[in-house]
C-alpha cells in the first residue's frame, strides 16, 4: 500500500482490501473494496478524516510512517460504523494528542461501539468550520445515509467533499481517480442499491443542498475518487428520483420446474411486449445482481413453488430484502405452482408492506403448467404492458 496524492497537501492514506468478498456477512463484494482515510494538511493543523477497518489498520499506519507523520490533531468521524471508525482506537493511541470530531450523535455511537473516552472529542454542529491554519473544513450533518450519524466533510480551499460512505462504491483499483466510468457507474449502482436506496427521499434532499456548494472533487470512504462530480451526482439524481423504467425483475425459485417453466413462459411474453426483464433464480443469484435490477424497476413478479403452504424459504429472505430496501416499483405480482393448496400469495404480499405497489393478476398454477396457465400468464404480461404504457416508461 502506498500513499497517494489527492491534491497538493491531502493524501489518501487508507487501506484497500482487494480479496474481500463479503460483507456484513451479506453482501457480496466481486470487486473487493477500499477504506478510505484522507489527510490533510494545514498550514497549522493536520486533520485524518476519516481512518480504516480494523483489519487494515498497517496499510494505515505504515502510510503515515512513510509520510513522516508525527503529529495529528484532528480525527475526522464521519460515520461510526467500523469499517471506518474502527481504526480510531489505535490513530488515538498512536497520536495520543488527538481530538476526534463529529457529531453528537456520531459520539454517543463511538462510546457504544469502541469504548473511546469521552475527553477526546470535539463536538460539531451542522456547518460548522474548523480551521487548519489555510485550510477550512466545514460539516454537513447528513443523518440516515446510512446510519442516523451520517456527516460530511467539506474542504473548502479545495472544494473536496469527503461524503464517506454516501456516493460511495465497493470498487479497489491501484488509480485513485475514476478511470473507467462505466464500471464504476456499476459498482456506485450495485452500493447505492444495498446500502443506500432505503433512504432514497433523504438522499435526494442532500443532493438538492449539495447544489450551494462548489464541488471539484468526491472523495467517498470507499472506491475512487470522483474528479468529474457530475458522473456520481447525476447518477444519484437519476437512481433518487421517482421514475421508473420499463423493466420487470423476476425472482423466483423452481424445485421440480414448474416455476421455472411459468417464468420463462412470462419473461418470453414480457420481451414479446417490448419490455425489459431480468429473471433471477435465485438459488445462483449474487443479491447484488437483484439489488441493482430493482433501482429502477416498474414491475417485481416474484416466482415461487408453495413449501408446506407458503413461498420457498429463498423466496421469503428475497421477498424480505426487497422490502426493507423499499425500491421505487409501482407494480408487483405473484407467480407460482402448488401441488395441493396453501396461502403462498397471501403470504408474500403480505411480506412486502414497505412497497407502495399494486398487486396485480397473480397465476399459481397446481402441478406443472398447462394451456389455461399460458393463457393466464399472457393475461398478466398484457397488464404489465398496460400499467407501463400508461406511466409512458421508457425503455433502457
Ligand atoms: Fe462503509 Fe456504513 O460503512
Redesign the pocket.
Known amino acids: 500500500m502506498a500513499i497517494q496524492t489527492v491534491k497538493q497537501t491531502v493524501f489518501s492514506v487508507g487501506a484497500k482490501h482487494w480479496d474481500r468478498r463479503l460483507f456484513d456477512e451479506l453482501i457480496p463484494l466481486p470487486d473487493g473494496t477500499t477504506y478510505n482515510s484522507y489527510l490533510v494538511e494545514g498550514s497549522e493543523k493536520t486533520a485524518l478524516i476519516d481512518s480504516v477497518d480494523p483489519d487494515t489498520l498497517n496499510d494505515l499506519f505504515e502510510n503515515l510512517t512513510d509520510h513522516g507523520v508525527s503529529k495529528i490533531d484532528y480525527i475526522i468521524a464521519n ?1 461510526a ?1 467500523q ?2 471508525s474502527g481504526g480510531i482506537p489505535a490513530v488515538l493511541a498512536k497520536y495520543p494528542e488527538s481530538k476526534v470530531v463529529t457529531n453528537e450523535k456520531c459520539k454517543n455511537m463511538l462510546i457504544d461501539l469502541l469504548d473511546i473516552p469521552e475527553n477526546k472529542f470535539l463536538i460539531i454542529e451542522d456547518q460548522e468550520i474548523l480551521n487548519l491554519g489555510d485550510k477550512t473544513l466545514q460539516f454537513f450533518l447528513t443523518p440516515w445515509v ?2 442516523p450519524e451520517t456527516m460530511l466533510t467539506y474542504l473548502k480551499e479545495d472544494k473536496i467533499l469527503f461524503s ?2 454516501f456516493l ?1 462504491s465497493h470498487f479497489v483499483s491501484s488509480e485513485l481517480f475514476v478511470k473507467d466510468e462505466v464500471k464504476v457507474y456499476e459498482s456506485a449502482k450495485r452500493y447505492y442499491a444495498e ?1 443506500m436506496m432505503p433512504f432514497r427521499k433523504k438522499i435526494r434532499g442532500y443532493l438538492a443542498k449539495l447544489n450551494d456548494i462548489e464541488i471539484d472533487m468526491i472523495a467517498p ?2 472506491g475512487q475518487i470522483y474528479d468529474k462530480p457530475e458522473l456520481i451526482l447525476n447518477a444519484y439524481n437519476d437512481w433518487t428520483s421517482d421514475n421508473v423504467k420499463n423493466e420487470v425483475v423476476i425472482p423466483y425459485v423452481s424445485m421440480h420446474g414448474s416455476t421455472k417453466q411459468i417464468v420463462e413462459y412470462l419473461t418470453n411474453a414480457l420481451i414479446q411486449r417490448n419490455i425489459t426483464v431480468k429473471p433471477f433464480n435465485l438459488t445462483v443469484t449474487d443479491i447484488g445482481e437483484l439489488a441493482i435490477k430493482l433501482v429502477d424497476a416498474a414491475t417485481i413478479v416474484i416466482g415461487s413453488p408453495t413449501v408446506l403452504g407458503g413461498p420457498h424459504p429463498s423466496i421469503v429472505s428475497a421477498a424480505y430484502l426487497a422490502n426493507v430496501l423499499r425500491p421505487k416499483a409501482r407494480f408487483a405480482s405473484v407467480v407460482g405452482s402448488y401441488g395441493w393448496g396453501g396461502k403462498m400469495v397471501e403470504k408474500i404480499a403480505g411480506m412486502l408492506g414497505n412497497l407502495k405497489v399494486e398487486i396485480l393478476s397473480t397465476v399459481m398454477v397446481k402441478g406443472s403448467p398447462k394451456e389455461i396457465d399460458f393463457k393466464a400468464l399472457d393475461k398478466l404480461a398484457d397488464e404489465i404492458l398496460k400499467k407501463h404504457e400508461n406511466l409512458n416508461l421508457k425503455k433502457e
Open positions: 460515520h460504523e469499517d471506518h446510512h446510519w464517506c460512505d460511495g446500502i470512504s470507499h
